[in-house]
């Protein structure tokens, strides 16, 4: 089975084509039902972007990430659905794939948020040293200034004896 898309006068269109080898080629069944009759599907396509949905009991699964909401989960492989319409795989497969996938996507999710968090931490702490050197700074500089304020600070400068008086 595969899934064909196209664009014509009309406007985009898609369309699920069954497959079957006659001897080392390729062709089109055009005479037994390739999709179970049972298995509910269809390919979509908006001109750009082709997909394929399916509907298992209550839920329905995509290969359009777009697409994913409350009754919709997201299965990365379009050939996985293509297989379970054909009646290759079972639904738990589709099911599996869909769960599999959504909790890659909650890890990566967290991972990113994690990244996240650590970029604002290591923010906070870089804001935090710098005000500490300020701080550092300027209290270098009060203390030098004190210093040099202090009387025998002035007679080690200027070679004056701590207790002289300065020349009037």
């Known amino acids: ?7 014509d006068r009309r406007g985009p269109w898609s369309m699920l084509v069954g497959l079957e080898w006659e001897g080392d080629k390729l062709v089109i069944n055009g005479h037994d039902p390739f ?7 269809k390919s ?3 001109g750009n972007f082709h997909w394929i949905e399916v509907q298992i009991e209550d839920r ?14 997201y299965v990365p492989d379009p050939n996985l659905l293509c297989q379970y319409l054909a009646g290759d795989v079972e639904a738990e497969a589709v099911a599996a794939a869909a769960t599999e996938f959504a909790k890659q996507a909650s ?3 967290d991972l990113h948020q994690t990244i996240r968090d650590l970029e604002s931490q290591l923010a906070e702490e870089r804001e935090s040293r710098r005000r500490d050197r300020e701080l550092m700074v300027d209290l270098a500089k009060e203390l030098r200034r004190k210093w040099f304020l202090r009387p025998e600070a002035r007679a080690v400068l200027f070679c004056e004896s701590a207790t002289s008086q300065p020349e009037e």
């Not at 999709?35 to 599907?41: F, H, K, M, Q, S």
């Not at 329905?60 to 989960?73: E, F, I, L, Q």
Request: no cysteine; aromatic share 6%; charged share 25%.
């Open 107 to 109: 890890l990566i999710e």
């Open 1 to 7: 089975m595969v899934a064909v898309a196209s664009i």
């Open 35 to 41: 999709v179970n009759p049972e298995r509910i599907g």
């Open 60 to 73: 329905r699964y995509t290969t359009n990430k777009d697409r994913v909401g409350v009754a919709t989960h």
């Open 44 to 46: 979509y396509t908006d």
